[in-house]
Each structure stands twice: as structure tokens, then as C-alpha cells.
């Protein structure tokens, strides 16, 4: 029986597998763009071996694509096929793949959880449930987890820079600014191209309001990343997070045509509609034009993007952002199309799934919202809102991106007047972000109505 070089037992004994399982977990944690290229080398290199298929499956499920579901069922079916191989771990994370593929992630997460509570070092179960807490709005589940198994990791284990990573923003999120910027700044002095820490650090600075210190390390690292995925895009979009802050609308527009939605990236051609792409180009217009800037025709491609996914409602924080586009650009019918579509969705499963619930109670009441927001019933869209603000964070998203939703509701507000609605706002913004609302630029202009 053999190893991996995190000391796991796996069910192949070909070498250049082995060595091709390690190149492959390496490159996903570290977002670099050749993780398709390291992964169809592990499958050639023994189609037999059952983590193979499931870690295709579960790096096809990241992108939050419906259209990718045959993709991951096919890859279950073929791990499935070899369960006389398979060691009990990996049967575990194939559980966990079904789980998640089948609609249930907090089962797929209790499950990561059990692999992880007697294989420790199981990073590839340890990033996946950091992922998909995550995106369920559950940072608590994020640092519970990485508490538990952090003992076991030491400096010189592979990838430990990868799990201060996770440290960090898992912290971040919990709201422990200061040890999330020191394990965010260890993580990029083992790896100055770690994506995944430097994101960790611009989460502290942004919710701190450190904007000038944001901008340089961001400047400072971006050389670094020339050979990672997408969250690079991402960023970017921290970069003109920053931009915004000081209102230099010039240069958060040159970031959005040339960093995060570059469309002349390779990145963004071979997936226009990944969903933090579209998460951060819906997000940045939207505030700019609160601010009064003319994006010009940048909505349009967003929509006709969002058109193609109509009927996709995987990425439950993404369906907002593919709403807002398409009202801003008037395909009314489209809207309507997407909000039947996410209706009949919601009410076919609310009760037999976790995610459907989620979608039914949350997101389309937002969708509502914005369709309201759209037509000029704002009082109405605040009505619709308001029984769910404190649930939102449950469609995912990090503080910064759950911005956009109570920006939303404070702009709904002040179009219709209605003076506790913008009060009860500005005291949640003040309750999760240490920088008052009359410092942030998106908020300011509401406090005097408070």
C-alpha cells in the first residue's frame, strides 16, 4: 500500500500517479491555471484509481456550473464502478461528492468533517469543506474545522502555507482581524504567489479601511500571480475596492476593463460567466452607479451571459447578480423567465433540500426586490428584503460581497423615503464593519437621514 506525500494511504500503487495526485492537490490548492492539465495526467496515469475520478468531480463542482452536473455524475459512476479499490477514506470522499452533487453540502461537510476528525493531514478534504462552508455563510464551521486539525499540521508538511491561507480567511470572516493578517502575511512569506493568503490580508485591510495600505499590497504582489486562475480577477477586484474608497472612478474602471473583467483574458474568454467573475463585475457596476459614474456598456455582455443561465441556480449568491443584470439592461422578460425558473425551483424541493430552502427563503425575495427596485416600487422592495437581512449571508459571499446586497436595500430605502429602513441599515453596517458608515463612500451619503 502506498502513500501520498501527506503520509495517506491510496489505492494505487503506480507511482507516476502518486506523484501525479501530489502535483495535482499542490496546483488546486495553490490556484494555479494547470490544475486541468495535472489532473487528466493523474487519470492517465491509472485510470483505475478511484480519487482520481472523485477529485474530478469535485474540482467540476467548484465552478458552481448546472450544466456541468453530468460531468460530476459521470466521475461518481466511475469511482463508483472501482469500490472493490477503494480504501475507506476515499469511499468517504466519495460520499462526500454525492452529497454535494445531490443538493445536500452541509451533508457533504459533516462528512469532510469525519475523514478529517481521524486522517488530520487530509488536505484535499480540508480545502473542500473550507470551500463549501464558505459559500453556506458558515465561517464558525470554517474555524472549527481548521482548529481541530491545526495541531497536526506542521512547518514543514506540504502545503502548510496553504493552510495558514485558510487560517487567515477563515479568521477574517470570524471577525479576528489581527491573527487573520498574521497567518495571511506567513502564508505569501512561504509563497509571495499565494492567491488564497493575499486574498486573506486585502479582506483585513478593506474591512479595516486601511485603503491606502490595500492598494500597495496589492500593487506589490499582482507580478506574482501571472500563473494563477481566476481569483486573481478577484483580486483585482480588491485593488478597485480601494480605488472606490478615495472616488478615483478612473482607475476602478481601468482595473474592471484590464484586471478583474478583462475580457481579452484567456481566463475570461474560456469561462465569461465563472461565477466570481460575474460576482465581481455586477457588484463593481453597481456601485459605481450609485456614485453617479457612467459605466457605459458594460452591463450588456453581463446580461446576455446571465440569459444563458436562466435556469441555474447552483451559485445561490450569484442569482442576484445575474437578476441585477439583466434588469439594468430592461430584458424584463428574461427577469421574469429567471425569477419563474427560480420560483418553480424553490417550491418543487424547499423541504427536501437544504439548498432549495436557501434559495426559497433568500434569493428570491432578493430577486424580488430587484425586479421591484427596477419597476420603481422601492418601498415595495424594501418590504421584501427586510424579512431576510439577517439570513443573507447564508447564500455565501464574504463580507465585502455581502456589501452589495445591503447596499441594495439602503438604496431601495432612500428612494422610498423610508427613514427606519435606512436606520436599521447604517446600525447593521456598523455592527460587522469597524469603519463607520460616514467613512465608506457607499453609505456616507445615507447618514444624515438615519
Known amino acids: 500500500m502506498r502513500s501520498d506525500a501527506f503520509g495517506l494511504k491510496v489505492s494505487t500503487d503506480v507511482e507516476a500517479a502518486i506523484d501525479a495526485l501530489d502535483a495535482t492537490i499542490v496546483s488546486y490548492l495553490s490556484y494555479r491555471v494547470d490544475v486541468p492539465v495535472r489532473l487528466k495526467a493523474l487519470l492517465d496515469a491509472d485510470p483505475d484509481f478511484a480519487l482520481a475520478h472523485i477529485m474530478r468531480g469535485c474540482f467540476t463542482m467548484l465552478g458552481f456550473r448546472a450544466s456541468d452536473l453530468p460531468v460530476v455524475r459521470e466521475a461518481i459512476a466511475a469511482a463508483a464502478r472501482l469500490s472493490n479499490r477503494m480504501l475507506p477514506r476515499e469511499e468517504a470522499h466519495l460520499r462526500a461528492l454525492s452529497a454535494w452533487a445531490g443538493g445536500d453540502p452541509e451533508g457533504a461537510l459533516r462528512i469532510w468533517t469525519a475523514i478529517l476528525a481521524e486522517y488530520p493531514s487530509d488536505v484535499l478534504a480540508f480545502r473542500l469543506h473550507h470551500f463549501v462552508a464558505f459559500w453556506l455563510g458558515r465561517p464558525e464551521a470554517m474555524v472549527s474545522t481548521l482548529d481541530s486539525i491545526r495541531r497536526a499540521w506542521q512547518p514543514e508538511m506540504p502545503a502548510y502555507g496553504a493552510m495558514l491561507s485558510c487560517c487567515a480567511f477563515a479568521s477574517e470572516e470570524a471577525g479576528l482581524y489581527t491573527p487573520a493578517e498574521n497567518y495571511g502575511r506567513e502564508a505569501v512569506a512561504i509563497d509571495p504567489g499565494d492567491p488564497w493568503g493575499a486574498h486573506a490580508v486585502a479582506h483585513v485591510l478593506q474591512m479595516q479601511g486601511r485603503t491606502r495600505e490595500g492598494i500597495d499590497w496589492i500593487d506589490t504582489l499582482a507580478p506574482n500571480w501571472h500563473d494563477r486562475n481566476n481569483l486573481r480577477h478577484h483580486l483585482y477586484w480588491h485593488g478597485a ?44 457596476l453597481f456601485r459605481l452607479e450609485r456614485q453617479g459614474v457612467d459605466v457605459g456598456q458594460r452591463w450588456d455582455e453581463l446580461a446576455v451571459h446571465a440569459q444563458a443561465r436562466i435556469d441555474d441556480s447552483l451559485s445561490g449568491f450569484s442569482v442576484p447578480h445575474w437578476m441585477l443584470a439583466l ?19 424553490a417550491a418543487g424541493q424547499a423541504h427536501a433540500s437544504p439548498t432549495q430552502a436557501m434559495l426559497a427563503g433568500i434569493a428570491l425575495p432578493i430577486c424580488d426586490a430587484i425586479i421591484a427596485r427596477a419597476d420603481g416600487r422601492c418601498a415595495e422592495a424594501c418590504e421584501r428584503m427586510r424579512p431576510v437581512l439577517g439570513s443573507m449571508y447564508r447564500l455565501g459571499g464574504s463580507h465585502a460581497q455581502q456589501d452589495l446586497l445591503e447596499q441594495l436595500f439602503l438604496d431601495c430605502a432612500l428612494a422610498a423615503g423610508r427613514d427606519a429602513d435606512v436606520a436599521l441599515l447604517l446600525q447593521r453596517v456598523r455592527a460587522r464593519c469597524p469603519v463607520p458608515p460616514e467613512h465608506r463612500i457607499g453609505y456616507r451619503m445615507a447618514v444624515h437621514d438615519e
Open 241 to 284: 475596492m480601494y480605488h472606490l474608497e478615495h472616488a478615483d472612478f478612473e482607475q476602478v474602471l481601468a482595473l474592471y476593463d484590464n484586471g478583474f473583467r478583462n475580457l481579452a483574458s484567456p481566463l475570461t474568454q474560456a469561462a465569461p460567466d465563472l461565477y466570481i467573475d460575474v460576482q465581481n463585475a455586477v457588484s463593481m
Open 327 to 345: 434588469v439594468r439592461t430592461g430584458r424584463r422578460d428574461d427577469a421574469a423567465r429567471m425569477r419563474a425558473a427560480l420560483a418553480e425551483t
